[in-house]
């Protein structure tokens, strides 16, 4: 079945380091793949999507790449934040999964000032 | 900000109480999820809506849960009789669309402890 695999539950960087969370992905099918973000008492809000393999998403300094041949989408940022600090989830969904979607177990990022 | 509105933010529960919640969706769409996310930070599906009609729900919902999405109301979910593994966050969602493809808009949830 689907499943999306985040290993590492907390990551923790000062202002101005590079961001990078681990996502890999299992499907038999063509995923659509997403990052949520979920800041302290809200709900996850979208961070960016992709639909078709080797693309990349581009959003709020956050990048993506759905990559097919090592089925990751793993997600960077250049230059982090102290409000960046949040939940990011990755998300699957494909045909094959009821049109549901598919959470991985959530990285935790705190930035230090 | 959420334009997911959902009440009450918080709510407190005796074991074999009945627990409401509610949701409205954002305006326009016709498609309404309930994930249950528990401390750890994991999301289970419930049950979803197009309209006023359920696409698919898991079989827990079916035993104690049940969920509605009257036309011109919000949406509710109740636990019939909480036990405590129910304390978690209730999260409701809404999409344009049912596909999987679509941005779902969530809000921010409404706690639950069951105590």
């Known amino acids: 079945g689907d499943s999306v695999t985040q290993m590492q539950g907390q990551v923790t960087l000062s202002e101005d380091d590079f961001l990078f969370i681990n996502c890999t992905y299992s499907?038999?099918?063509?995923?659509?793949l997403f990052w949520y973000v979920q800041y302290p008492g809200e709900g996850p809000q979208l961070l960016l999507k992709?639909?078709?393999?080797?693309n990349k998403g581009i959003s709020r300094g956050f990048e993506a790449t759905y990559d097919k041949g090592t089925t990751s989408f793993h997600l960077q940022k250049a230059s982090v934040q102290e409000s960046d600090s949040a939940v990011y989830y990755c998300?699957?969904?494909?045909?094959?999964?009821?049109?549901?979607?598919?959470f991985g177990d959530g990285t935790q990022l705190v930035v230090k000032p | 900000n959420s334009k997911v509105i959902q009440t009450p933010r918080y709510l407190v529960k005796g074991q074999g109480q009945k627990a409401k919640m509610r949701c409205i969706p954002e305006?326009?769409?016709?498609?309404v999820f309930w994930y249950q996310q528990n401390k750890n930070n994991e999301f289970k599906f419930l049950i979803n809506?197009?309209?006023?009609?359920?696409?698919?729900q898991i079989d827990m919902t079916e035993k104690r849960f049940s969920a509605e999405c009257p036309s011109n109301s919000p949406c509710s979910l109740e636990i019939q009789s909480s036990e405590a593994g129910d304390s978690a966050l209730y999260l409701c969602?809404?999409?344009?669309?049912?596909?999987?493809?679509?941005?779902?808009?969530f809000g921010p949830g409404t706690r639950l402890t069951v105590l």
């Open positions: 998300v699957l969904g494909d045909r094959d999964s009821n049109n549901r979607i598919f």
């Open positions: 305006k326009g769409h016709p498609v």
């Open positions: 969602a809404s999409s344009l669309s049912r596909t999987y493809y679509a941005e779902q808009f």
């Open positions: 809506f197009q309209n006023q009609e359920v696409l698919q």
């Open positions: 499907t038999t099918w063509y995923p659509t």
């Open positions: 992709v639909t078709t393999a080797n």
